[in-house]
């Protein structure tokens, strides 16, 4: 092995760890040498050489650098902990946990291993439209935020392959925690901090004992008021975001996936005019036509390892305040809060 390449493990080899190993495999300092998923009956090898294993306890007795958790998410916290434990820089899928206690167990555990680099999948914040939104918001060029306005929605909480989303017990949550954790993520990333929280969640129409919809609003020291809709009954998927500045509007529709159900990635920013009293047709719209999000986000993550740089972008400190953000969505609907005993984030949450 060279003295530049990082030995690569990959718990769950689902569609994600797949997809991942894809752009793992073509950093030149990044190698995949094992896996495990519960697919495999008894450890071997993958016809090109990489070992295989059944359960992560054996993936991690294999010579390692780096570990990405690719699994449900009442295993990603124990098995961060346990790569973090082994001494391996850990790269770990979205949602951090179930619960806030989740990624508070991990942070004590990260405490402890100052020179291990630890990430989280938030991907959307690489997606070129949402890039360059940030970059315009940074720059001041358009005034402040006044408000955002986010639907994020598809038609189902259980995947064809796998029911554990449905089960609280197994997945913490539902389509807030699932896939809306990304759009609240990425009003964080765009807004800050948001402390008052008014929410209605519900489990109205599948009558799975995580949420199908959350409707929350929000606002934050500085005014800004966030809206938000995460919802499993989107019969057309869907993804649109809208932010509202004093001097200009940027709407963000659609978002390359791997489905390619929520339509073309498009961005488009409309400009205030002074002294117009209706809307402004001063606007330009621009198409994202490729992801390059995965390679993006894995790339900076083995730049951060291979040149001792800290995460900046979707650390344990992030992962931490979107958890409490989304806890406190639940703990906002009062009758949410009450009917499912969820812990109030502000404490430590119980299991």
């Excluded at 190993?21 to 950093?27: A, L, M, P, T, W």
């Excluded at 894995?298 to 305040?321: C, H, Q, R, V, Y």
């Amino acid at each position: 092995m060279r003295q530049d390449e990082l030995r690569v493990g990959i718990a769950g080899y689902g569609v994600v760890g797949k997809r991942r190993r894809g752009f793992i495999d073509q950093h030149p300092n990044l190698r995949t040498v094992a896996i495990c998923d519960q697919a495999f009956v008894e450890p071997g090898r993958m016809n090109d050489g990489v070992r295989c294993c059944p359960n992560y306890e054996q993936l991690l007795e294999e010579p390692l650098d780096v570990l990405f958790v690719s699994l449900p998410n009442y295993m990603a916290a124990d098995v961060t902990i346990a790569g973090l434990q082994r001494g391996l820089h850990v790269f770990c899928e979205k949602p951090p946990g179930r619960t806030v206690a989740d990624v508070e167990r991990v942070i004590e555990v990260e405490k402890n291993h100052p020179g291990l680099l630890l990430r989280y999948g938030f991907n959307h914040r690489y997606h070129k439209s949402v890039m360059t939104t940030h970059k315009i918001i940074e720059s001041g060029k358009y005034g402040d935020i006044i408000n955002i306005r986010g639907v994020y929605g598809k038609s189902s909480i259980i995947p064809f392959d796998s029911g554990w989303r449905s089960e609280r017990k197994y997945a913490g949550g539902g389509i807030l925690l699932d896939q809306g954790i990304h759009m609240v993520d990425m009003i964080r990333h765009f807004a800050g901090d948001f402390d008052e929280i008014k929410s209605f969640v519900s489990n109205d129409y599948w009558h799975h004992d995580v949420e199908d919809n959350a409707y929350a609003i929000m606002r934050n020291e500085r005014g800004c008021v966030a809206m938000l809709h995460s919802t499993a009954t989107q019969w057309q998927h869907r993804f649109r975001l809208e932010i509202t500045l004093t001097e200009a509007s940027l709407e963000l529709t659609g978002i390359l996936s791997g489905s390619k159900s929520y339509g073309e990635e498009k961005l488009r920013i409309i400009l205030r005019e002074d002294g117009v009293a209706v809307g402004s047709l001063t606007e330009t719209t621009s198409s994202c036509l490729r992801d390059d999000s995965w390679k993006q986000e894995i790339d900076e993550f083995a730049d951060s390892i291979m040149n001792d740089k800290a995460a900046t972008n979707g650390n344990s400190t992030d992962a931490l305040k979107v958890m409490k953000l989304i806890y406190k969505i639940y703990c906002s609907d009062e009758q949410w809060k009450d009917k499912y005993e969820i812990a109030d984030p502000d404490v430590l949450p119980e299991e």
